[in-house]
């Protein structure tokens, strides 16, 4: 059970309050992309053992999405951040390495 | 002229808690920038008190504001007294991207009344919220999942709680309250 801190309305509550939205930081190609791309952002998902970042959706509350990361092996939760970013801030980044040194995922560490 | 009723018609239990339909209640959904001027003032007039810090809610008699999201208020008044209410915030906002909407009659309201740590009781049953005094307060509003169902919860004064529910499961949740506060199966919790 993840314990996960919405940081748009700042209530803290277990899984089931939330609904997860797949992975974080996709950049989406549509019409006028290439084949591949599309393939690409439809299909490749990462799917670490360790480190991830998510999309969450307060759907039981605020109503808000918000980004998340965690760790799927020891269902630790390193931080939770707005949806208005591009990739995790230098907190939730700082959170991570304190407890998993050299981590990356996709172009982040 | 057709007669106005609420989901349950004001159906009431009474377990080691009081569980009460609260009958028929103004509600105003009024969404827009909770930081400009302008929206606060028409929200202050309509729902009688200051607009509420986040997770938060105003009362003042049989008015009140709460906080549902960060950009979304809700105002409670008294049934007859929404039409005039609503019509104020829409005049004041003219102009305003704004959404401002009557939903009384798509929401049940309930009032949990009782000892204090039975009523907290209840409700921790039901929902995935810490009930304990330390951690909710009278004056906060949360939001949150009771059973299968979104329901909103907050505390007026010891020993009373109020649930919104969404009307169409309002049954549901009269069942969940009655059968979370059945006489015999309190826990004592929080006492």
């Not at chain 1, 760790?71 to 959170?95: C, F, M, N, R, W």
């Not at chain 2, 810090?53 to 999201?69: K, V």
């Not at chain 2, 409670?76 to 704004?98: F, M, N």
């Amino acid at each position: 059970m993840l314990i996960l801190t919405c940081p748009v309305c700042g209530v803290t509550a277990e899984e089931t309050e939330f609904h997860g939205g797949g992975e974080a930081h996709l950049k989406r190609f549509g019409p006028g992309s290439s084949e591949g791309d599309f393939h690409d952002y439809l299909f490749s998902k990462e799917n670490p053992k360790g480190v991830h970042l998510e999309r969450w959706r307060h759907n039981n509350g605020c109503g808000k999405w918000f980004h998340a990361a965690r760790d799927t092996v020891t269902l630790e939760v390193y931080g939770t951040y707005p949806a208005q970013t591009s990739e995790p801030p230098q907190d939730i980044k700082d959170a991570i390495s304190a407890k998993r040194p050299g981590w990356t995922w996709r172009d982040f560490s | 002229m057709s007669n106005t009723v609420s989901a349950l018609n004001g159906a009431s239990a009474s377990g080691y808690v009081q569980v009460h339909e609260m009958g028929l209640q103004g509600m105003i959904t009024l969404r827009g920038d909770l930081s400009a001027k302008k929206l606060v003032d028409a929200a202050k007039t309509a729902g009688g008190t200051n607009v509420p810090g986040r997770g938060h809610i105003a009362l003042s008699g049989a008015h009140g504001i709460a906080w549902m999201s960060p950009d979304e208020l809700l105002i409670l008044t008294p049934y007859d007294e929404v039409d005039a209410r609503l019509e104020g915030i829409t005049s004041k906002l003219a102009g305003t991207h704004h959404l401002a909407v009557n939903v009384s009659d798509a929401r049940a309201m309930f009032a949990v009344s009782g000892d204090d740590a039975l009523v907290r009781e209840t409700l921790a049953k039901l929902c995935p919220v810490d009930m304990s005094a330390a951690a909710f307060a009278p004056g906060q509003f949360r939001r949150t999942r009771m059973a299968q169902v979104p329901a909103a919860i907050w505390l007026p004064e010891t020993g009373e709680a109020r649930v919104i529910c969404f009307r169409s499961v309002a049954q549901y949740v009269f069942d969940l309250l009655k059968g979370a506060s059945l006489a015999g199966s309190e826990v004592g919790y929080f006492r």
